[in-house]
């Protein structure tokens, strides 16, 4: 782990835990860090290429962490989505910054 990274948890759809270290240098989201370590299957998340598109990557936030605030788009998306929770984000409009150390999330069930 270098310095410029962060230590992230997530749960993945099987109820896995785990704890990764994801670069801030480079301008990474979090759906981007999940299929980097293939923590879901291929074609199941990322969908549409974090375009705000699809709700493929849509995570609940387990942590108190401070994120950015939802975009209009980001809202349209989930009220489209299955099972939206009080705390989906989707995790293509997250992007992994030193302010994200400690994130917590688990991803949300395949639609």
């Known amino acids: ?8 948890t997530i749960i993945d759809r099987d109820g896995e835990t785990h704890s990764i270290a994801a670069p ?8 981007e860090v999940v299929r980097s370590y293939e923590l879901a299957p291929e ?8 375009m705000v598109m699809c709700a493929s990557c849509q995570c609940y936030v ?12 980001e809202e349209a998306m989930l009220s489209e989505a299955f099972y939206v929770k009080e705390n989906s984000r989707l995790g293509c409009q997250i ?17």
């Open 62 to 73: 387990l942590s108190d962490t401070n994120l950015p605030e939802m975009t209009d788009d």
């Open 95 to 111: 992007p992994i910054t030193p302010e994200t150390e400690g994130l917590e999330v688990e991803l949300a069930p395949e639609s």
């Open 1 to 8: 782990m270098n310095q410029q990274d962060v230590k992230i």
């Open 24 to 31: 801030t240098d480079m301008a990474m989201n979090l759906m």
């Open 43 to 50: 074609g199941t998340i990322g969908v549409c290429g974090g």
